[in-house]
């Protein structure tokens, strides 16, 4: 996974050496951080990264968490959260989805802590059978990618649904 901080810094995560790198705008190394492991700072099999409020979350797929680091990558905390293979992260409104691919999306708000799961929709109660990464256009859209299904879910927010009315001429 790779992003873009506030700053114009580009992280890219190295999954196969359980680190994060960080880049200038010009593309110049500035620093890594991370290593392969379990313990405080250590990743084994990281997949992405979002930044939000100069802090880069990490999903930490095989440790079944989120990595927080600061923007000079010293290790702040681990979230376990009830994860059990999280594989995408973005930010969306101050807040962050995150996908587990044996669960669903989680939308998490580190700031207060306050976390919902988003495991079912439909009338049907549909699952998602193996979400691997999210994100959300500007107009709020919600684009799931269901590994399993192979297929992209698309969601409309709830301000953008619109209900068929039946009409009846006379």
């Not at 290790?75 to 101050?94: A, C, V, Y």
């Not at 999306?105 to 998602?128: I, M």
């Not at 500007?138 to 009315?165: A, I, K, Q, T, W």
Request: proline share 2%; with cysteine; aromatic share 12%.
């Amino acid at each position: 996974g790779v992003c873009f901080d506030a700053k114009g810094f580009l992280y890219v995560v190295d999954s196969g050496n359980g680190r994060v790198q960080k880049f200038d705008e010009k593309g110049g190394f500035i620093l890594q951080f991370g290593r392969t492991g379990e313990y405080e700072g250590e990743m084994s099999s990281p997949t992405d990264i979002a930044i939000l409020g100069g802090r880069a979350y990490v999903t930490d797929t095989e440790n079944r968490r989120i990595a927080e680091f600061d923007d000079c990558g010293n290790f702040l905390n681990n979230h376990s959260l009830d994860l059990e293979r999280p594989r995408g992260i973005i930010r969306w409104k101050g807040s962050l989805l995150i996908s587990d691919e044996k669960k669903g999306l989680l939308v998490w708000n580190p700031y207060d802590g306050t976390r919902k799961w988003f495991l079912s929709w439909g009338k049907d109660e549909e699952t998602f059978g193996r979400l691997t990464s999210a994100t959300v256009d500007r107009d709020g859209y919600l684009y799931c990618v269901d590994n399993h299904r192979s297929e992209v879910l698309l969601f409309s927010p709830l301000e953008r649904r619109y209900s068929n009315l039946d009409v009846e001429i006379t």
